[in-house]
């Protein structure tokens, strides 16, 4: 799985590793005694890295079926699979599930089925804790909507957390929608919440550990739910 460095990162580690080296580089050049250089370099070189790690953007490929697939949008937690009434566009009750990205997840976003987006729309909002319930519907938040080859429609919410204050999304009406491509990215630490039509057979529980673009974490059974929503 070949990594590289997210372009939404490239600006930010230039920006932070001029910062870091102005602090370090005058103390090794005037500070005494030199333990206090070297200890300011090692602190800089880890928070560098932890920066870098966050930028990081994993090129994946889902490898099983396609067909009817819902394929986690981000690296993070499960924390929610609840049966809710999703206003925005949907205007019914559907199954949410919700996977929670901490500091050290990778924070691009992934196109969750394959199909057409047929809506998008940002939302300003709060900036509470991501984890929370209110914040799929309070907080900073980007959504998307994806009509499948199979003409069933999924719910994709990006949403903002305590640290994050910068939402992008890549994805506009009209353009096609593909499980192995980003569809955005949420600077330090967010939510992505999934909107599925009932009936939806879910594969994850409750604080399992999700892979973006990898790891399925649904499967659409319209042979189950004709009326997809209700």
Not at 210 to 229: H, S
Request: charged residues 20%; glycine residues 6%.
């Amino acid at each position: 799985m070949r990594v590289k460095i997210h372009h939404e990162g490239i600006n930010i580690l230039v920006s932070v590793f001029i910062l870091l080296a102005v602090i370090n580089v005058p103390l090794w050049l005037w500070v005494k005694p030199i333990s206090i250089a070297t200890c300011t370099t090692a602190v800089s070189g880890v928070f560098y890295m932890l920066v870098v790690n966050f930028f990081r953007s994993p090129k994946r490929h889902f490898r099983g079926d396609r067909k009817n697939a819902v394929v986690s949008s981000a690296d993070g937690k499960v924390v929610a699979i609840e049966e809710v009434y999703e206003p925005e566009y949907l205007k019914c009750r559907c199954i949410q599930v919700s996977v929670f990205m901490s500091i050290v997840n990778v924070h691009a976003n992934w196109f969750p089925v394959d199909g057409q987006v047929v809506y998008t729309k940002h939302h300003s909002g709060r900036f509470m804790a991501a984890y929370l319930p209110k914040s799929s519907t309070e907080n900073e938040r980007s959504t998307v909507v994806i009509e499948t080859p199979e003409h069933q429609t999924v719910l994709v919410r990006q949403v903002a957390g305590a640290m994050a204050r910068r939402i992008v999304t890549y994805a506009e009406p009209g353009i096609e929608a593909c499980i192995d491509d980003h569809m955005g990215f949420i600077k330090f630490g967010s939510r992505v919440d999934v909107f599925l039509p009932l009936g939806t057979e879910i594969f994850v529980s409750l604080d399992n550990k999700t892979i973006g673009g990898v790891t399925q974490i649904a499967k659409l059974r319209p042979d189950r739910n004709p009326d997809l929503y209700k």
